[in-house]
């Protein structure tokens, strides 16, 4: 049984950084895809980031500039480093792991972004 665990979130002051890690337990068949979700209150979940295991990345445009999206393949982990966080910023943040038989999720990891 595959399971990912998120860890990096925290209390940050609005300006500051947060890097968050995802380890998966377990080896993923063909995994191709790795992501970082964020849900805030009463919003749905949203697509922040994701990296093929090509290297190929994509970001949603509110935190181009400002995250970025790593992987280390051989260890099954995916990385997302924050850097000027901002009030709006603060929610669930969960990883996701696509492999071509299945996907999984984090339990999802909480950041906080106020002064």
């Known amino acids: 049984q595959v399971q990912l665990v998120e860890s990096g979130g925290g209390l940050v002051q609005p300006g500051g950084s947060l890097r968050l890690s995802c380890a998966a337990s377990?080896?993923?068949?063909?995994?191709?895809?790795m992501g970082w979700y964020r849900q805030a209150p009463g919003k749905q979940r949203e697509l922040l980031a994701s990296?093929?295991?090509?290297?190929?990345?994509n970001y949603e445009d509110s935190v181009k500039g400002r995250f970025t999206i790593s992987r280390d393949n051989a260890r099954n982990m995916v990385f997302l480093q924050m850097t000027s966080l901002k009030p709006e910023d603060a929610a669930v943040y969960y990883c996701?792991?696509?492999?071509?038989?299945?996907?999984?999720w984090g339990q999802g990891t909480q950041v906080t972004v106020s002064s």
């Open positions: 996701n792991f696509r492999g071509v038989l299945a996907q999984y």
């Open positions: 377990g080896s993923i068949f063909s995994l191709y895809y």
């Open positions: 990296i093929t295991t090509g290297g190929t990345t």
